[in-house]
């Protein structure tokens, strides 16, 4: 019996320093994960910086203007297969609908049958659209593509 009740406290001293154990690396998880959200914003801004700064070119393919005043712009690298939209005087919330809804829902879509494909909708801490970029855009899907970034982002002003 005595040895009984010494094995059962040594096996719950084990898993009460599991479980703090499980705590304490959750924790850091989350923070090295706001860590690298940092990251990706920084990077994502350095990143269109330094393409010019190398000489990579960026060729517009749209304009987005919604009751004369501009969106955006929608550029692309055709050597990269990579879309970017960046905002322009208007102000967009990305979270708005048809962004955070149809927009979305599409470029899963793409991604699904395209799994090279990837996308993020970078915003900042207010919800304010700052830039969406898709790389791997299969050349086939590209003016769709454009075709419903330019009516998600005009009707999200609507």
């Not at 040895?3 to 084990?14: A, F, G, M, P």
């Not at 860590?35 to 330094?50: C, H, N, P, W």
């Amino acid at each position: 019996m005595i040895e009984d009740e010494e094995e059962i406290k040594n096996l719950l001293e084990l898993r009460r320093m599991l479980t703090s154990r499980i705590e304490k690396l959750n924790k850091a998880v989350e923070r090295l994960s706001k860590y690298v959200e940092v990251l990706d914003k920084i990077l994502a801004e350095k990143s269109l910086r330094t393409a010019y700064e190398v000489g990579i070119r960026l060729e517009k393919v749209s304009d987005i203007v919604y009751r004369g005043k501009l969106v955006g712009q929608i550029l692309i690298d055709r050597e990269r297969k990579m879309l970017i939209v960046r905002p322009g005087e208007l102000k967009v919330d990305s979270s708005k609908r048809p962004i955070s809804s149809f927009l979305v829902r599409e470029l899963e879509k793409m991604k699904e049958a395209n799994p090279d494909c990837s996308y993020k909708i970078l915003s900042d801490d207010s919800g304010t659209l700052e830039e969406i970029i898709v790389e791997n855009v299969p050349s086939s899907e590209l003016n769709d593509l454009v075709r419903k970034i330019k009516w998600a982002l005009q009707k999200s002003l609507a």
